[in-house]
């Protein structure tokens, strides 16, 4: 702190990946472009002087007289002496190297011994408000990493820079999938005919494995009078994100924020007998919530969201079936992309039964059915108690990415709360009405978190089935156009996504351009392949094959049903 006398500390905990420290700069000193490295430098060299921690609690008026002159910290000193806790004072060092805060403890004993001077570094400033209002001033956060070796920063900083050159903003920009418009509005992506392809590609898949497990479309608009979310709950839990609607008669509609409310009016247009249970309904469409426009930011936080949107209602004793099957289009879904699984069973807090709806005995009954189940698929499960939804337990799925990192994706939810508010039921073998349950569940989610969480996984490398476009091919000379027609039309008819590059560019150029676009494969015709009748294949690794023209069509259809990773 001596090359700024004039800063002020103020909170400074640990978080994940190291720490940070809020300062307040504004008494005169100023941090430079080469702060954070003088101010590394000087804690590497203070770090070999502290030895060891020593503590002393100490009176408000000790601590008051400590940090004269600093009023966040004596802020914090008075909110500690409010709620009756012993103030504490940790200090490290002597004489000029002596520092000391006010903390709780739970330190290092002896950092110099402890810490490795390669292990932490100082990564970067942020501006954050005091406490985080921005009604306080405006404070330095410097950030900086620490991990227990040098090998685990470098690591650390390695895959943070691999992130950044996939980060699904600029790949989703370099490969033309999506866009936003100041006219449109933030939060609001407009899908172009690649994106498009992209989303339709992976929505048809979940619709394939859903159809083994009869799985019904379903239809329904985007807006519903404001009657359907008074009687599920919505209209109050969801009371700020939700998009209001006045009618010119003064009526009272809203956008939907989610499709299960309109679902329960399809299942209920009639009775139901036990042997049609049970019903499942499905649909893809998008739902909207009002976010605040700070958070906004790609695909990871946007208004209008597109759910893979299932709703299954059975009978209580259906449902370790039913969730089952949908499982397994989980797993064949996130496996077809190597993701790995590992599986949260949120379930209810047993000491805090007044927040959930439904007895104890159905809970227990219902999270017994969902521990068996993942002990059935020897899953790498664990439980979590107090994160179960307030109408019932669930499975959330979450996904490791190539980089090594978690995203909570797919949830499969159980739901005794819907069903009672909409008098849901069916008539049982005894001619008897018997209430039924709903099981919520989206395989991708949102598309658009998937999206961005999959173009990230991929590095803009998508597999031949994905592509948007499939198959390049570039003839060498014009002569050579006829064949390379002949090639082009045996895939377009059978449906590959086949583009021919006629442009006046040169060879270099045009092949520079199919491979910095990530196309699977292309196809290059000249002398040799048009006199013996073949093609040379390369994919994207430089890996080439020669295929016989009739063959051709075959092979790369068989890589785009088998839905093979390249
Ligand atoms: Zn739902």
Redesign the pocket.
Known sequence: MDAYPHAKLTLGPAIDTGFYYDVDFSGGDTLGDDGLKDIQKAMKKLLNTWSEWSHREVTVEEARAVFAGNPYKLELIEEIAARGETITLYTCGSGKSEFTDLCRGGHTENPSAEIDADSFKLDKVAGAYWRGDEKNPMLSRIYGLAFETKADLEAYQAQLEEAKKRDHRKLGKEHDLFTFSDLVGAGLPLWTPKGTMIRHQLDNYIWQLRDKHGYQRVTIPHITKKDLYVTSGHWDKFADELFRITTREGKEYALKP???PHHTQIFDRHPHSYRDMPQRYAETTMVYRDEQSGELGGLTRVLSITQD?S?VFCRHSQVKEEFFKIWDIIDTFYGTFGFNLRVRLSFHEPTEMEKYLGTKEVWENAENALREIAKARNADYFEAPGEAAMYGPKLDFMAKDSLGREHQVATIQLDMNLPERFDLSCINEKGEKERIVMI?CAIMGSIERFAAVLIEHLGGNFPLWLAPEQVHIIAVADIHKPYADQVYHALKAVGIRVHMDDSNDSMGKKIRAAKQAKIPYFIVIGDKEVEAKNVTIENRSGESKQIDLHALANHVLTEVETKQMS
């Open positions: 989610m499709n299960c949107d709703h919520h």
